[in-house]
């Protein structure tokens, strides 16, 4: 399952997941792009890598914006040479009802969280059929698979990342480039907590959130970057176009109900 010496770009690396996986991949030997906005974020995930014997390099990108991300591709080809893995992290959550949801954050979230992925699987693929290989992995959410009222955008956005990964995954199988989806549970990041406190009755959420997983905890970043780290190895190298829900069991409760 060695990742060593392998170029794996993380979107939204800079906290959460992202962090998580870029850390964990590296203390694989992969050498990381850390395609983050938040420049504070992104330079702490820099420094935990390399403090930790890795390789890495801090790239400012806005994933949403076309040229960011072309730019961040040309800087990460210029220092690597190549890249072999994409993890499409990146997003961000609002909460509003439908009917009273404006155009302009409906964008906002269906850009970051999906023509993201887009772009920057677009940017990536070219480089990888030169290789010959690749693969690609994108985090969407159980949002994908069912609905939270107050959370039309993010439910759309990620149920659009786990179509558009099948696609990848059959317009790129014949250049050996797999792709595939996470559908992570609830874990616990920093926008876990900021939601958690917006919340009338935190500790009450708290108790039940943890209930709804049979086994009793929600995830951690650790729990994502592991099955990550699965699906871009070569253990998994006849596994493309999945959809990979790793939630704790919580989907066996909401789907058996």
């Known amino acids: ?20 996986t870029a850390k964990l991949l590296a203390s ?15 330079i702490a995930t820099l420094e935990e890598i390399i403090s930790g014997g890795g ?60 023509r993201s992925v887009f772009l920057c699987s677009r940017a990536a693929i070219p480089h990888m059929r030169r290789n010959g290989r690749g693969s690609i992995v994108n985090i969407a959410s159980v949002h994908a698979n069912f609905g939270f009222e107050g959370y039309s955008a993010y439910d759309a956005s990620k149920g659009g990342i786990v179509a558009l990964t099948r696609t990848i995954a059959l317009e790129n199988g014949p ?33 039940e959130t943890r209930q709804w997983h049979p086994l009793r905890r929600r995830g951690t970043p650790l729990d994502i970057a592991q099955a990550v780290k699965f699906l871009l190895s070569d253990a998994a190298e006849w596994i493309t176009g999945i959809s990979l829900v790793v939630d704790g069991g919580m989907s066996a409760r909401f789907f058996g109900s």
């Open 28 to 42: 694989e030997g992969a050498k990381i792009v850390i395609a983050e906005i938040n420049q504070v974020g992104g």
């Open 175 to 207: 250049y050996q480039i797999r792709s595939n989806v996470i559908c992570p549970g609830y874990i616990d990041t920093a926008l876990w907590d900021s939601w958690l406190a917006r919340q009338p009755e935190p500790e009450k959420i708290e108790r």
């Open 1 to 20: 399952m060695s990742l060593r010496e392998s170029v794996v770009i993380v979107t939204g690396a800079g906290s959460g997941i992202g962090r998580g």
């Open 55 to 114: 390789t890495a390099k801090f790239i400012h990108t806005n994933v949403a914006d076309e040229q960011s991300v072309h730019r961040m591709m040309e800087e990460a080809i210029a220092s690597y040479g190549s890249v072999y893995g994409l993890v499409n992290n990146a997003g961000i959550e609002l909460e509003a009802e439908l009917s009273s949801m404006t155009v302009a954050d409906w964008e906002r979230i269906l850009s970051v969280n999906l």
